[in-house]
């Protein structure tokens, strides 16, 4: 049989030395998994959904949401964009509501009724025309009374049409928006009602001439909501709003976006 004859203080010594590393051990892997994480918190990004196109957003990034929401979230230290559910709303707003998505790149105020995990920035991100078109007739859209004499056409769902259309000759409903300006370039109706400036695109991209119906039949605010875990970001994003307002950096947008539309 073989002896250790190790003295014994040195037995106990060694022993002594291994313990002691394990505490700089793991003190060492947990600065490693804060490192990494406090890196994946770096590089995260902040993604609003929103549920329009041209000219809010565009596949190269350069609509007036793409631009606008970088720009904000820039001046709060923040990476952003902007991802796109154009037939998806509800499914948008679910994702926004449970945190799937940071929040809502555009939407009307009062959604946070429905939706409690949402907070509304509490500055307006832009002011929303809903108006009618026309190729042929040519009215003044003082109230929606003035629609009676025409056939009219809106897309299913939007609300702020279903609740107010309520004399007119005709009303024909469609699914979206090539329903809709197609049957006013064929002369199937007399009036279409839509959001102004995605309106003014798509009769660019038709080439039909049509004529916006003055004044707005209604004028909303449109706000960015963010998800309840992004509440501390609220009062900041809304103070970089007002100064990209106030510094011309939100006009330039417009501008470069959204101006160029107008007849």
Not at 60 to 68: E, N
Not at 120 to 137: M, T, W
Not at 241 to 260: C, F, R, W
Request: charged fraction near 25%; proline fraction near 6%.
């Amino acid at each position: 049989m073989q002896i250790d004859r190790t003295p014994l203080p040195s037995r106990v010594f060694a022993s002594k030395k291994r313990v002691d590393r394990w505490p700089w051990l793991l003190a060492g892997l947990l600065f490693c998994s804060l490192g990494m994480i406090s890196g994946a918190r770096a590089a995260d990004k902040i993604v609003l959904n929103v549920g329009v196109l041209a000219p809010y957003t565009t596949p190269d990034r350069q609509g007036f949401l793409d631009r606008i929401v970088v720009a904000l979230f820039r001046e709060v230290g923040l990476d952003a964009e902007v991802q796109v559910f154009p037939t998806a709303t509800e499914r948008s707003m679910l994702n926004a509501n449970s945190g799937i998505d940071d929040g809502l790149a555009m939407r009307i105020e009062g959604l946070e009724k429905q939706y409690p995990n949402l907070i509304r920035v509490p500055e307006p991100l832009i002011v929303n025309d809903f108006v009618a078109y026309s190729n042929h007739q040519r009215f003044t859209t003082d109230s929606w009374d003035s629609l009676e004499p025409y056939v009219v056409s809106y897309i299913i769902g939007w609300k702020v049409f279903e609740k107010n259309v309520r004399k007119a000759r005709e009303v024909t409903l469609v699914r979206d928006a090539d329903q809709l300006f197609g049957l006013l370039g064929s002369g199937r109706a007399d009036v279409v009602l839509y959001e102004r400036w995605q309106g003014l695109e798509r009769l660019r991209g038709l080439g039909i001439k049509a004529q916006v119906m003055e004044p707005p039949l209604v004028r909303a605010n449109m706000f960015i909501y963010l998800n309840k875990k992004h509440a501390a970001l609220v009062p900041q994003v809304s103070q970089a709003l007002l100064k990209l307002k106030k510094n011309g950096s939100y006009q330039h947008i417009v501008d470069a976006t959204l101006t160029p539309l107008t007849p």
